[in-house]
């Protein structure tokens, strides 16, 4: 069994400051691991994710994550928040091999940023 | 490229009415993902389809809540007869064949379903 676990449900950051959201995984084999970005009355939107090979990942928006095997942790950053950040954030994983590669999501985390 | 289509985007009923939702994927894509997305939850995978075969239902209750894609293609999710806790949105995902687990999901709107 595979579950995520996002720290925070309600993060908020001054525009300008650095983002960071958390996410722990659980998966018994090499998870891939996700995270999206939700707007307001929108589906979600891919903003990076980690499969195999180099453990920092660089997404869309200025974003990345750092893959940690020894901390099961995938946690978003980006260096200077924008107004433009502010939306729902979902971390998910999934994994290799036979099955269905359905993707289990975490809880989100909403992200405010103030001017 | 079209992203995955979704209708109605907003629908109101009440309990013990039927309703359907409609989901048109990606063009060429194999795999299509219905998920439920309760409000203050990440969403909730209810069946996966692999061209007009299901992968995986394990999470759909049987008993209210069907799915099918005929001609592998689009996608049609009918929940009878619909419950208060069947609020949610409804969210329609696609995904290509090769890479498999490393693969994106391409999400549709959303249907946001409210059950009065």
């Known amino acids: 069994a595979q579950s995520v676990t996002q720290l925070g449900s309600h993060v908020s950051v001054s525009e300008g400051a650095l983002v960071l959201l958390r996410c722990n995984y659980s998966s018994s084999v090499p998870p891939y691991l996700f995270w999206y970005v939700q707007y307001p009355n929108q589906g979600l939107q891919l903003l990076l994710k980690y499969t195999t090979g180099a453990t920092l990942v660089k997404g869309i928006n200025g974003f990345e994550a750092e893959f940690k095997k020894s901390e099961t942790s995938f946690h978003l950053t980006k260096p200077s928040a924008h107004m433009s950040d502010a939306a729902e954030y979902f971390c998910?994983?999934?994994?290799?091999?036979?099955?269905?590669?359905?993707?289990?999501f975490g809880k989100g985390t909403k992200l405010s940023v103030i001017p | 490229e079209a992203g995955v289509a979704q209708s109605p985007r907003y629908k109101i009923i009440e309990k013990r009415q039927s309703v359907a939702f409609w989901c048109n994927p990606i063009?060429?894509?194999?795999?299509l993902y219905w998920y439920q997305q309760i409000l203050g939850q990440g969403p909730k995978l209810l069946i996966q389809f692999q061209n007009n075969g299901v992968v995986d239902d394990s999470q759909l209750p049987k008993d209210r809540f069907s799915a099918e894609r005929l001609k592998g293609v689009d996608s049609t999710l009918k929940i009878q007869p619909a419950k208060l806790e069947d609020s949610a949105v409804y969210l329609c995902?696609?995904?290509?064949?090769?890479?498999?687990?490393?693969?994106?999901?391409?999400f549709g709107p959303g249907t946001r379903l409210t059950v009065l």
């Open positions: 995902a696609s995904s290509s064949l090769r890479g498999q687990g490393g693969n994106e999901q391409f």
């Open positions: 063009s060429g894509h194999a795999t």
């Open positions: 998910a994983v999934t994994h290799s091999g036979a099955g269905s590669y359905q993707l289990t």
